[in-house]
Nanobody, 128 residues
Framework: QVQLVESGGGLVQAGDSLRLSCAAS????????MGWFRQAPGKEREFVAA????????YYADFVKGRFTISRDKAENTVSLQMNSLKPEDTAVYYC?????????????????????WGQGTQDTVSS
């Protein structure tokens, strides 16, 4: 089992920045990649960003490219999401997820069904 705990959510204004963190514990040696997803009220959960754990290769949803940056600290078993130039439409619950199986096709990083473990989520609210 891998446990994931997110932190860093909050209420900010449009244009502000926020940094989310996710701490992994348990069988962290099994982690192959980690990702961030989000779910806004009344909408389906959507992919935000992912990072390959060993190589550090990153993947982003088009709507966050240039604004969000995902990074990981292998020594601390944490993954972070730096969010800049936030917009009201970024308001959502943000979830951290971990995948233990290898990903061979880049688009598969964006498929939530491929992730084995999920955090409880952290609420981010961006006011206009």
């Amino acid at each position: 089992q891998v446990q994931l705990v997110e932190s860093g959510g909050g209420l900010v204004q449009a244009g502000d920045s926020l940094r989310l963190s996710c701490a992994a514990s348990g069988r962290t040696y099994a982690i192959n990649s980690m990702g961030w997803f989000r779910q806004a009220p009344g909408k389906e959960r959507e992919f935000v960003a992912a990072i390959a754990w060993n190589w550090g290769t990153t993947y982003y949803a088009d709507f966050v490219k240039g604004r969000f940056t995902i990074s990981r600290d292998k020594a601390e078993n944490t993954v972070s999401l730096q969010m800049n130039s936030l917009k009201p439409e970024d308001t959502a619950v943000y979830y951290c997820a971990a995948k233990t199986r290898p990903t061979y096709i880049s688009r598969d990083y964006s498929r939530d069904v491929g992730y084995d473990y999920w955090g409880q989520g952290t609420q981010d609210t961006v006011s206009s």
